[in-house]
């Protein structure tokens, strides 16, 4: 088979007429190495990197799977291969990267997604995120696979037409997050305090929003939580970053964006993980004392509000007040110490000529506004 197929494939290259040949006898030498390791030994020196290579990047969407499907079947019979796709830095890891890269495509099969679970599975993910360090894009793959193995969560990047079913064991769960945590706290850092435009999203920024939707997820599991709670710095970055990116109150109603364009902004739905793992957090007292000793309290409450670039980002801080104030005296006393300035300059509600009145026992009045402005389209 490798006789007939090494000659075929670089001259498939030139004349795809010999693609069906090169396909099948790619098929062949895949159905030679399932549980053989005696011929796994023989067939994936001659085929990696280049046969790898140039099959996964054809446009010929049935070499790309046959491809696939033959690295996949080799690293099962025989995982130590692996290490040939870590340490080659000039075409193991570019080769990894475009493997994982993959796993968005719809048009692609089940193959993908099964060597993407090898890759991410493993108790070495923290040296596979370390050894894609030139390939930030594939490390946004990796960890919106993990996130999808905790939840079905449509805000995920891994194709909606697949089905993602695969589950780390505990083991690996706790190293993974812990590294995951510790990775927040770095690309967190680096996220500018308003959105960039679509144009100006980085690769980076799209890393940090990634790795933050896996920690908020990853807390709302009973052992995720008991994780994150050995590492109280990633509540202070988890609340650092929420206070970074939310605009006082009086400046955050003065934008308003629709659904539709709420759903476009490169940071859609990252002050909603922020808060909901603050949420799951808070139930520790250990938790509730940083958010008093960080003055966290006034945070929460600025997103109280509707934004639709944040489903549910209101319901969620309710819950982590609620949460922050049980069986806590000190965030209680934050609350019952509020008190009233009137209502806020709501830009939304002047758009639509209406406006809000306190009255002096305290009930909310919208009424018609003096001077409303011309309507907004919504």
């Not at 080799?74 to 994982?100: N, Q």
């Not at 796993?103 to 993910?125: H, N, P, R, V, Y």
């Not at 940071?267 to 938790?287: H, I, M, P, T």
């Not at 000190?330 to 809000?356: E, F, P, W, Y």
Request: glycine share 6%; aromatic share 6%.
């Amino acid at each position: 088979a490798l006789n007939v197929l090494l000659p075929l494939q670089s001259r498939s290259s030139q004349h795809g007429s010999f693609l069906p040949l090169v396909r099948v006898m790619l098929q062949l030498c895949g159905n030679l190495v399932s549980g053989c390791p005696d011929n796994v030994a023989v067939v994936w020196p001659h085929l990696f990197p280049t046969v790898f290579t140039s099959g996964v990047t054809s446009s010929d969407v049935a070499t790309v799977n046959t491809s696939v499907m033959i690295i996949h079947t080799c690293l099962v019979v025989e995982p130590s291969r692996r290490s040939y796709l870590f340490t080659d830095v000039s075409h193991g890891r570019p080769l990894l990267a475009k493997l994982l890269l993959l796993t968005k495509e719809e048009e692609f099969s089940e193959w993908t997604l099964l060597l993407g679970e090898q890759f991410i599975s493993g108790s070495d993910f923290s040296s596979l995120f370390e050894a894609l360090s030139d390939f930030p894009a594939a490390r946004v793959v990796m960890v919106d696979l993990l996130t999808a193995t905790l939840s079905n969560n449509s805000d995920s990047t891994v194709s909606p037409s697949t089905s993602v079913s695969f589950q780390s064991g505990n083991a690996v769960f706790a190293e993974t997050l812990s590294f995951l945590a510790k990775q927040c706290q770095v690309w967190s850092a680096g996220l500018p305090a308003t959105a960039p435009s679509p144009q100006d999203l980085t690769e980076q920024i799209q890393l940090a929003r990634s790795i933050i939707q896996y920690v908020s997820c990853a807390s709302g599991r009973t052992d995720g939580a008991q994780i994150l709670k050995k590492s109280p710095d990633v509540f202070t970055t988890v609340l650092g970053t929420l206070r970074h990116l939310t605009p006082a109150a009086t400046e955050a109603t003065k934008t308003f964006v629709s659904e539709a364009e709420g759903k476009k902004s490169p940071y859609y739905g990252v002050k909603r993980d922020l808060v909901r793992c603050l949420a799951n957090l808070l139930s520790e007292k250990q938790f509730k004392d940083q958010l008093e000793s960080e003055e966290g309290m006034v945070v929460l409450l600025n997103n109280c509000g509707v934004d639709n670039c944040n489903p549910y980002v209101g319901q969620w801080s309710i819950l982590a007040i609620r949460n922050a104030c049980e069986n806590h005296c000190g965030n209680q006393s934050v609350i019952a110490g509020l008190k009233k300035h009137g209502s806020v300059d709501v830009a939304l509600l002047r758009k639509m000529g209406l406006d809000v009145d306190v009255g002096d026992d305290g009930t909310i009045k919208v009424k018609a506004a003096k001077h409303p402005e011309p309507e907004m389209e919504l």
